[in-house]
């Protein structure tokens, strides 16, 4: 297919399109379904400050970088600095974020079965009239089943494989135009009806009001990580999809607007769910089950309640679908580049390998929950290692190389479009990516792990 960005690579073919397809892989399961538990887990008002923190310090000037090196190199993630940077080590960073996207898909695949079988279970009606306790026990009931959500999670893992097979113009770019601009207009609605349930208030002040005693160093770990993992940044998606934008695209611009809407979607998210659990008596610490409890609680007592269940669910697999092909994408553009595999023997490799590890972490709700490794089940592990562990290390090489190896010329270059715009933000952006972005994830690294006392 020949695109409009000048080389006869597949690319995204408007600037809707492209804002599309980011916003896509970024708003998912992790606003909606992650950023809630952690945020529970780790303080609520505290929490979302240190978040809006990260997304803002570190968030955007990642993002910028990876559409920045993409964009320059028209690669892959590992292809990508093999060309900008060849016979040297930078390349391991796209080792480390292939390795990120078989983690990474292999848990969230898991949870994006769990939205198809709530599709099923909002449609037999099974979910309404139901109290908090007997929606727990739906969920445990489910989730420990033998076999269901293992063909859930086959089931999602062939959607994705299936749209990735097709190429980004017709299949990822088409998909999210449609789905993106639905799902936030059912998010709002959903926030009007939580937030004016009768006991919402303490939530409110739970997930507004900081308590800055409970900000410890893991706190900010977590906030970071959970910043990277909703922006998509840390592991090379979105140099594989800045690879696909057109050269006279605003990378700057592009950068903002897709932080804006996934903040936001992440943040009425927590105004849907706090309020909700402290109206129903869950606990903000319920940990990954807890969307999957507040919302069908939710919905069980609204009006027309089945229909808001059985949207949001579609729409919520939909968005999880957005961001799956962009995780698969970047392992399907390392082989079909890389190797001698073509795409689509590539989309199966990929989707396969990924699906046989997956089979593991949706298991350890089940018959491997007793198996535990540094204390985790092995999809605790790979939840918490990867946005905690691998996507902040991503990020920082990512900075690193941008800051320091590709220089300002380069830089300066895809900022400005070749000196199309004015480009005011790049030395404030260049001193971020040279030393406030590393030198806070050091830091948070190693405070976080007790390495340093200060
Ligand atoms: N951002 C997505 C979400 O919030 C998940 C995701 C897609 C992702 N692509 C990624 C996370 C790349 C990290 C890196 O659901």
Known sequence: MLSNNGTSRDGFS???????????????????????????????????????????????????????????????????????????????????????????????????????????????????????DELKGVFEGFISHPWRPLLWQGVFMFLTAFIVFFGVQKGIEKASKIMMPLLLLLVVALCV???????????????????????????VLKAMGQAAFSLSIGMGALITYGSYIQKNNRLTNTAFQITIADTSIAFLSGLIVFPAIFAYGISPTEGPGLAFIVFPAIFAQMPA?????????????????????SVLEVFVAFLAEETKLSRKKATAVGAISIAVVGVFCTLSFGVMGDVKIFGKTVFDLFDYSSANILLPLGALLIVLFTGWFLGRKNVKDEITNGGVLKGR?????????????????IIVFLKSLGLINF
């Open 14 to 132: 408007s600037k809707f399109g492209v804002i599309a397809a980011i916003a896509g892989s970024a708003v998912g399961l992790g606003n909606i379904w992650r950023f809630p538990y952690v945020a529970g887990e780790n303080g609520g008002g505290a929490f979302l400050l240190l978040y809006f923190a990260c997304v803002i310090g570190i968030g955007i000037p990642v993002m910028m970088s990876e559409l920045i090196i993409g964009r320059r190199a028209q690669s892959n993630a590992y292809g990508s600095f093999r060309k900008l940077a060849p016979r040297s080590g930078w390349p391991v960073i796209g080792i480390l974020g292939i390795l990120s996207a078989f983690v990474i898909l292999a848990f969230y695949s898991t949870v994006a079965g769990w939205t198809l079988e709530y599709i099923v279970q909002s449609v037999s009606g099974n979910l309404q009239g139901k109290s908090n």
């Open 193 to 219: 009806r939580s937030l004016t349930l009768p006991g919402g208030a303490e939530g409110i002040k739970f997930y507004l009001n900081p308590d800055f005693s409970k900000i410890t160093w893991d706190v």
């Open 305 to 325: 309640g089945t229909f808001f269940a059985i949207a949001f669910f579609i729409l919520l697999a939909i968005a999880s679908l957005t961001s799956t092909i």
């Open 425 to 441: 933000l790049f030395l404030l952006f260049l001193f971020i990516i040279r030393f406030i972005a590393p030198v806070v994830i």
